[in-house]
């Protein structure tokens, strides 16, 4: 029989089958995905999850904000906003799962706004911990703020056109 008969992909297909169900076909996978196989949430859980730690997210956000007048205020501000935006970010792990997450993050398309985002998550909190220099936390904030804006408008298809010619409208 030759490989272009219409059954030699069904014997391969079943071949696969016969070693997936009887173990032995671990041993051609890689580690990712075995561990992927291994973790898979079903929709549902997914959908809860990607929820709480969103919902959580915006929530240490809007209390840093809240707590930015109180006494250590600011420090307590960046630590909470940061690792709001850190959640929220986070969050669309449960969506796609953490390697496809790491995967679009890095595309070329948004790979600058992934790396901007990242720098001012990290100068924000040194701004408040080694620099003590609470204009610099607040403008890291604000640049975090925007970084992560943009970064979301990158996934909804032409959402940054229309932002720049918003812009360009507005300005000129």
């Given at each position: 029989?030759?490989?272009?008969?219409?059954?030699?992909?069904?014997?391969?297909?079943?071949?696969?089958?016969?070693?997936?169900?009887?173990?032995?076909?671990?041993?051609?996978?890689?580690?990712?995905?075995?561990?992927?196989?291994?973790?898979?949430?079903?929709?549902?859980?997914?959908?809860?999850?990607?929820?709480?730690?969103?919902?959580?997210?915006?929530?240490?956000?809007?209390?840093?904000?809240?707590?930015?007048?109180?006494?250590?205020?600011?420090?307590?501000?960046?630590?909470?906003?940061?690792?709001?935006?850190?959640?929220?970010?986070?969050?669309?792990?449960?969506?796609?799962?953490?390697?496809?997450?790491l995967k679009r993050m890095f595309k070329e398309t948004r790979i600058i706004a992934t790396i901007v985002v990242?720098?001012?998550?990290?100068?924000?909190?040194?701004?408040?911990?080694?620099?003590?220099?609470?204009?610099?936390?607040?403008?890291?904030?604000?640049?975090?703020?925007?970084?992560?804006?943009?970064?979301?408008?990158?996934?909804?298809?032409?959402?940054?056109?229309?932002?720049?010619?918003?812009?360009?409208?507005?300005?000129?």
């Open positions: 029989m030759s490989d272009s008969s219409p059954t030699s992909p069904l014997l391969g297909t079943m071949d696969k089958l016969r070693k997936q169900l009887s173990g032995e076909g671990d041993d051609e996978k890689g580690l990712v995905t075995q561990i992927s196989d291994g973790s898979t949430l079903s929709w549902s859980t997914r959908i809860k999850g990607f929820a709480i730690c969103f919902v959580l997210g915006v929530v240490f956000s809007f209390l840093g904000t809240f707590l930015l007048f109180t006494k250590n205020g600011l420090t307590v501000f960046a630590i909470c906003y940061t690792f709001g935006n850190l959640l929220a970010l986070g969050s669309t792990c449960f969506l796609m799962g953490p390697i496809n997450q990242l720098i001012c998550l990290a100068l924000t909190l040194c701004a408040v911990f080694w620099w003590n220099n609470k204009g610099l936390a607040i403008l890291f904030c604000i640049l975090q703020f925007l970084a992560m804006t943009w970064y979301s408008l990158s996934y909804i298809p032409f959402a940054r056109d229309a932002v720049k010619k918003c812009f360009a409208g507005c300005l000129g």
